[in-house]
Structure formats: structure tokens, C-alpha cells
């Protein structure tokens, strides 16, 4: 694609909202806060006050200083008054999968009614919907279906929160048809040590953040199992393989997979031990039942769509065994060291 047009400098005059004060908005409004008046919601009144007076998020992030300028608010109103105070609006959903329906639901209602309804909405969400199979931007596209006017995308990358939060460099990629929300996200948040990478290829960087959840998971299982690094580096490419072939079938570019959001991300969460994901994946091939390692209510959304994502390719006739083999771990009891031999023991083939 054409390379986007410079960015105008816009400090005082963008205002970003994040949604969603889990490990990873806390992170983004960190990064936004460093540029710009920046906002943060939380669903819980006491930890949106305990955010703003703290500058700590301690249940998500401790020890990490959030910037003194960054203010969180569990009010609704105050998210839209904060955004009408500037003349463009960036609005940062962090919240995962589970709640993207009703986070678009609520801003639905909630941005026409404010005169925002030309506001800019990135998410940054990785999965497909565990029950219906659908990617973030088909539940978006259905749920602000009412606000035409609004601009849409996906922000994604290879990006652990806790290192973006504490300012360490990073680079993502916004993904949108518009490109007013791909200025308006690298306007809000590239700058200092974040980079943001532009690319029209929504569902390539989807499907790359959505499938790079699962093969963390397979790789932290062989490692967990003491398979080696030789083990590790076949789940790495053929995951990646895997990862492609379903995107194309779903319309995106095969080019995208080699980028940020398909092997960068894939690399980072496949050996990066802050991956959630690939720490799920350890415990299982050490043995430790899957309820005991969620108790804690751990985001691993890897967990969350490993079946969805294995619906999705059977309905395009995509063959994803690795996808298909931590499927059967996570759900139907195959022992993790039997899910190795019945990858290895698959037929020899062209690569
Ligand atoms: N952590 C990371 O490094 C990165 C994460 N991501 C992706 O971002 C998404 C969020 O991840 P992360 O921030 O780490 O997750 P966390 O578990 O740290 O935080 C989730 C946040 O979303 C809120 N939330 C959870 N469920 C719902 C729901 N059903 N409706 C509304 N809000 C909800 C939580 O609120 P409450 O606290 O009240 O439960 C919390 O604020 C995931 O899809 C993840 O894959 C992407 C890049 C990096
Ligand atoms: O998406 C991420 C890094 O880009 C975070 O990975 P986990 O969800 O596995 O922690």
C-alpha cells in the first residue's frame, strides 16, 4: 500500500479515551498519555480511583508508574465529555474478546448522543469469538452498525503491556480501510519509543493475533514437556504456515504474516515467558489441569478461541493440526505428550 500521509503534529487537539483497564489498556493509555490528554475507563469504581490517585494499576500492573497526567474514571460521561473537550477523538478499547460486544454496544449509544459520532475506534483485542467464530471486526462492524460514521480499526503487534507500560520501545500496526483512523492511531500513539505501522489488511492482522494465542500455547506445552528448541522452531513455522493459510482463505494479504501482527507477534509469544498464553501452555505439559491454571481468571484468549478458530477453518476446509491438536488438549483430555506423536505421526508432505 501507498505509504500514509505525514503526521501533523495534533498534541492538544486529539484526545484519547481507553476502554478497559486490564493489563493492556493501562499500557496504551500510558503510552497516549504521553502525548496527549489521555483518559482511562475502568468498570470498577474502586479501581478507576485507586488508578487516578495511585498512578499504579496494582491489580494488572504493579510496580509499574503510570504518568501523573493519566486520569482513570469508571464514568461513561466523563469519558465522553473528556473527548468532546478536543476536535478529534481516538477511543482505545482494551478489553478482550468476550467484552468487545458490549463495549461497541454501549458507544453505540453512547457516542451520538455525545456529538461523537465521527470518532475514531481501534481495538486491540486477539481471537475470534468463542461462540459465534466471528473476528473482532465482524462484531464490531454488526454492533456500530448504527453509527455510520464512525472510523474503524485494529491496532495490534508484538507487545507485551508490561514493557510498553514501563516506556520500552515497541513497534504496532494499525489496520483500518480508513485512512483517517490509521493518521489518527499513529497520531495518538507513535512518538518516543512507539512505533505504529500502518496496513489496510484487517483480517490479516486478525487472524495473525488470533492464531499466534494458540501456538504460543503448543509451544509452551512442548517446552513443558522438555521437547526442545528444535520442537519449538517447527511449531514456530508451521504455525505460522497455519496461520497464513487460514488467513487467506479469510481474504487477507499472505504478505501480512511475515509482518508485526503474524511472525513478530508469533516469535514474541512463543518465547517471550511474560506471554500468558505460552505460560498456560508450560503448566499444561507440566501436568497441571487447565481449570487450576484459569482460577486465577488469567487472560489467555488463546484458550478462549482455540475451538472457534478450528470451526472457522473446517467451514473454509483449512487444515490446521496444530490448532486441531491443542483443540483436543485443552478440551477433550488428549494427553499433551500423545498430541506430539499425533502431530509427528501425520504423513510426510511437500512444505
Ligand atoms: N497484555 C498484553 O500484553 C496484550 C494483550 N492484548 C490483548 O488485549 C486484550 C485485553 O488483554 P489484557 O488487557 O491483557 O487483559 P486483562 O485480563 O489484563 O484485562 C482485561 C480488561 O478487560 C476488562 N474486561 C474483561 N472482560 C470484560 C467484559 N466481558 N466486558 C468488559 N470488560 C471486560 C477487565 O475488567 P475487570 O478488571 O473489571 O475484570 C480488564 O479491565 C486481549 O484480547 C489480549 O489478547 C494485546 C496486546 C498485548
Ligand atoms: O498479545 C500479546 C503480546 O503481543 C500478549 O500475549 P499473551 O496474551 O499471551 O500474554
Request: hydrophobic share 40%.
Given at each position: 500500500m501507498p505509504a500514509p500521509a505525514a503526521i501533523q503534529p495534533q498534541q492538544g487537539r486529539l484526545r484519547v479515551a481507553v476502554l478497559g483497564a486490564g493489563a493492556w489498556g493501562t499500557a496504551l493509555a500510558a503510552a497516549a498519555a504521553r502525548l496527549h490528554p489521555t483518559l482511562l475507563w475502568a468498570r470498577d469504581a474502586a479501581q478507576a480511583a485507586a488508578i487516578s490517585s495511585a498512578?499504579?494499576?496494582?491489580?494488572?500492573?504493579?510496580g509499574v508508574r503510570l504518568p501523573a497526567t493519566l486520569g482513570c474514571t469508571d464514568s461513561m460521561d466523563a469519558v465522553y465529555a473528556h473527548l468532546r473537550d478536543g476536535d478529534q477523538a481516538l477511543i482505545i478499547l482494551g478489553v478482550p474478546v468476550a467484552g468487545l460486544q458490549a463495549a461497541c454496544a454501549g458507544l453505540a449509544l453512547g457516542l451520538p448522543a455525545h456529538g461523537l459520532g465521527h470518532a475514531a475506534v481501534a481495538w486491540t483485542c486477539k481471537g475470534f469469538?468463542?461462540?459465534?467464530?466471528?473476528?473482532p471486526h465482524e462484531v464490531v462492524a454488526q454492533a456500530l452498525?448504527?453509527?455510520?460514521?464512525l472510523g474503524t480499526g485494529v491496532l495490534s503487534g508484538p507487545s507485551f503491556a508490561r514493557e510498553v507500560a514501563q516506556g520500552l520501545p515497541v513497534a504496532l500496526t494499525i489496520a483500518s480501510p480508513s485512512a483517517d483512523v490509521r493518521e489518527l492511531a499513529m497520531a495518538g500513539l507513535h512518538g518516543g519509543n512507539v512505533r505504529v505501522y500502518a496496513s489496510q489488511d484487517v483480517v490479516g492482522v486478525e487472524v495473525g493475533g488470533a492464531v499466534k494465542n494458540v501456538i504460543a500455547i503448543a509451544c509452551g506445552i512442548a517446552d513443558g514437556l522438555d521437547m526442545g528448541a528444535n520442537a519449538r522452531a517447527a511449531l514456530v513455522t508451521r504455525g505460522l504456515a497455519e496461520m497464513t493459510r487460514l488467513g487467506v482463505a479469510l481474504?487477507?494479504?499472505?504478505?501480512?504474516?511475515?509482518?508485526l501482527t503474524g511472525l513478530g507477534d508469533l516469535v514474541l509469544t512463543t518465547t517471550g515467558d511474560l506471554s500468558r498464553n505460552r505460560r498456560a501452555g508450560l503448566e499444561i505439559g507440566r501436568g497441571r489441569p487447565l481449570a487450576d491454571i484459569l482460577a486465577g481468571g488469567m487472560t489467555a484468549e488463546g484458550v478462549r478461541c482455540a475451538r472457534a478458530t478450528l470451526q472457522r477453518a473446517r467451514a473454509l476446509g483449512v487444515d490446521m493440526p496444530i490448532t486441531e491438536a491443542v483443540s483436543r488438549v485443552l478440551?477433550?483430555?488428549?494427553a499433551p505428550r500423545d498430541a506430539v506423536q499425533l502431530l509427528l505421526g501425520r504423513e510426510a508432505g511437500f512444505e
Open positions: 498512578h499504579e494499576n496494582i491489580r494488572y500492573l504493579p469469538e468463542a461462540d459465534t467464530g466471528r473476528l452498525a448504527a453509527v455510520p460514521a481474504g487477507a494479504q499472505a504478505e501480512t504474516f511475515a509482518g478440551f477433550e483430555n488428549l
